[in-house]
């Protein structure tokens, strides 16, 4: 078989990849469980990450209406541009100070905002469309596990709402194969007895989903251990570990992001996490399949 | 269609169960997503939760090995068998204390566990195998939806990792698609270096799936409204109220035990919450559909 993956170029990283498919018919079905990160690993992270782009278009949108919601200090660091400051009250808070935004919207109105948002717009950057930032070798990666009836699930350290609203569209995966970081909800009934509501509160619910979290999120909400797992930053290295250190054939896939002719060059440190090596190195120390964009990848972006 | 149900008795109850059914077609396909809740919804909960038997048995057997496991005052109840004391200390704290006695494992061998107790166990009363406890017209009823492309999910009040257990091989339910009451787990590295881990800690995590508790687990963990929720205790109500009050046709399914003869005859009130009317009435004032098993259901159990 060698036109399975035709957006890999030949060489040991696709024989690993295939080696691993190969192997992976001998694994009972219900074992067959890969995790896949989101971004910088199915899709594009760079010059932002798409749900910072959502989060801040939401934040000028409210500001125009209310200036005041300017003044708190995390989203006066986004709206003036301050890489210090906001490098010194991190990306976490941040994040969830523009979370905080969507406070009181149903799931089906955060949903919509969602797919608005994703449908209209691009990374300009790129010149792409969003829908085409997604890694071509990685989604005909996922296609071939799925052909050999695969699990795929989507462990990402963005809003776990966010993604499940464009992963159907486009990964093809279902809301509940989605786990990341979730927003707390609040359920009642309007005035304590009338129609029942559910709405988002400006919480978040078990701590981001990096890391040794990670791990834990996958055995609490998906029940199995993965087979393979792909990631491309500091966050995904417990998945990853997690993964290899299985019995059977495993493949820990760690995307590195070394081609600033089509992508971008980058290392790969997730902001909140701090790493003495780069993950790159970690990962070829530990014997993971490191994909180089630049020599391992014929084609980069999906046409969308 | 009259043969697409054959365990359940002609009557507005099955009228009504065939209606949702016709009208789900119209239904986008993602949205045809139904919750069924586990004990006395999907199988019997009769005499004891299956859990429970589950759980007493690990303790029997840990204190054949060393009698202070029994102290703790939980236990101790639980082994004197002292109805008021157990009373008293309340299931949730009970459940909490022989979950700790897992402590420590695998999921997998945890799992194993769950499996090799489920083959082998019996519900005495009834004269059945476990595995031939679940009710023929629910199961019928799952088919039925799959066969019109739903998602099927379980709603448990019960420990998440032991549905999941049996859930592929009692209801063909996906781990993923089991959300219940969670311990957290601990992940870590042999001497902080060496190979990963995952294993069972004493505490959980989240609270008790029930209530209110169900409604925000169906989205945090599994991202969409149920049109069909399924159930038949207190802690039920939340989740059915939910899934009546969306857009679109919807069921909110009651089991009521009133069959002393083939099964057990009992008011549906979950053993934690506190109602001043029976979970019956309250569905039927709100105009859920009430399945009477001893009106409704021409056969009880599955041949297993």
Request: hydrophobic share 40%.
């Amino acid at each position: 078989m060698t036109d399975r993956l035709p957006s890999w170029k030949p060489g040991p990283v696709r024989d690993a990849v295939e080696a691993f498919l190969d192997a992976a018919v001998d694994v009972p079905v219900p074992e067959r469980f890969a995790c896949f990160d989101n971004d910088g690993t199915l899709w594009c992270e760079k010059p932002n990450y798409v749900q910072l782009d959502f989060f801040v278009g939401e934040l000028a949108r409210r500001v125009d209406e209310d200036p005041s919601v300017g003044e708190r200090p995390e989203l006066a660091a986004v709206l003036s541009g301050d890489r210090a400051a906001m490098a010194e009250i991190g990306l976490p808070a941040i994040a969830l100070a523009l979370a905080g935004l969507f406070e009181g919207l149903s799931p089906e109105e955060f949903t919509a905002r969602c797919r608005a948002f994703f449908r209209s717009g691009r990374n300009e950057a790129l010149d792409r469309p969003y829908a085409s930032c997604t890694y071509a070798p990685m989604l005909e990666l996922v296609a071939e596990l799925r052909r050999l009836d695969f699990t795929v699930a989507i462990v990402t350290g963005g809003g776990t709402e966010f993604v499940r609203a464009i992963s159907p569209e486009l990964y093809a995966v279902a809301p509940e194969l989605v786990v990341g970081t979730l927003v707390s909800y609040e359920y009642g009934r309007v005035d304590g007895d009338g129609a029942p509501f559910l709405r988002r509160t400006a919480g978040i619910s078990g701590g981001a989903n990096e890391g040794d979290v990670k791990v834990s999120n996958i055995q609490t909400q998906l029940g199995r251990r993965p087979i393979l797992a792909a990631g491309n930053s500091a966050g995904d290295r417990e998945m990853l570990e997690w993964a290899a250190a299985g019995p059977g054939p495993t493949l820990a896939l760690l995307v590195d992001h070394d081609d600033a002719e089509r992508e971008f060059a980058y290392e790969s440190v997730a902001g909140s996490f701090e790493t003495t090596d780069s993950i790159t190195d970690i990962g070829a120390s530990l014997g993971w399949t490191v994909v180089s964009m630049a020599r391992d990848w014929e084609t980069v972006f999906s046409p969308g």
